[in-house]
């Protein structure tokens, strides 16, 4: 099973706790603890997604934050977005994922593609629910909008709400949407 390098640990790491302490968040999360599961954490359980090995959760979160940032700053002419919420939802929003995914012990599914398979639960939420319940049982206040933004990349292309979300929604959901490209793209090119 394939994990990032310590070096990138460290520096990934870096990125997000300091970000994490900017808006806020340190004050509520064991920051060793969520170190430990995020960097054992994949962001998928597909190989050729490019994002199932062990610290690619850490590695996407930065990726769409940055990504954000960018947008927000390239249409802050037209739309102002709070630099603070935006970092927020993009740390929150996939930290359920450390609850959702494990390594397969099944050397079929290994074979095939898939290191990582979803947890055996008694419920069926999808790791923006995880996420929000995990934040709001660490006393994390959401405003609106960041919830909104945390669900918006639940949204079923066919829903029609997408017309009526915040910028804030729209601005996230399609850095994470790059994020996922940018990642799987990389991983084509990787395995060529």
């Known amino acids: ?8 640990a460290n520096v990934e790491w870096a990125k997000f706790a300091t970000k994490f302490e900017e808006v806020g968040l340190s004050e509520h999360y064991d920051m060793e603890s969520l170190r430990q599961e995020i960097l054992a954490s ?6 050729d997604s490019g994002i199932a090995y062990q610290g690619a959760l850490l590695v996407h979160i930065n990726m769409t934050m940055g990504i954000a940032q960018r947008i927000a700053k390239m249409i802050s002419g037209t739309f102002q977005i ?10 929150l929003m996939h930290l359920g994922k450390r609850f959702m ?12 593609g898939y290191p990582f398979r979803f947890k055996e639960t008694d419920y069926v939420l999808k790791s923006s629910d995880l996420s929000i319940i995990e934040a709001g049982n660490r006393g994390v206040s959401l405003l609106p909008e960041e919830y909104e933004a945390i669900k918006s990349s639940d949204l079923d292309e066919g829903s029609g709400r997408k017309v ?3 910028i804030l929604s729209t601005v996230i959901r399609q850095a994470n949407e790059l994020a996922f490209s940018i990642e799987k793209e ?3 090119k990787i395995k060529k």
Do not use: G, H
């Not at 994949?42 to 190989?47: D, F, L, N, Q, Y």
């Not at 630099?83 to 993009?90: A, G, P, T």
């Not at 995914?101 to 095939?112: L, Q």
């Open 1 to 8: 099973m394939n994990s990032i390098s310590q070096e990138q």
């Open 42 to 47: 994949p962001c998928s359980t597909k190989e």
């Open 101 to 112: 995914f494990e390594p397969t012990d099944s050397e079929w599914d290994a074979k095939r």
């Open 164 to 166: 009526f979300e915040n």
């Open 82 to 91: 709070n630099e603070q919420s935006l970092n927020k939802v993009c740390l």
């Open 186 to 188: 990389r991983y084509k």
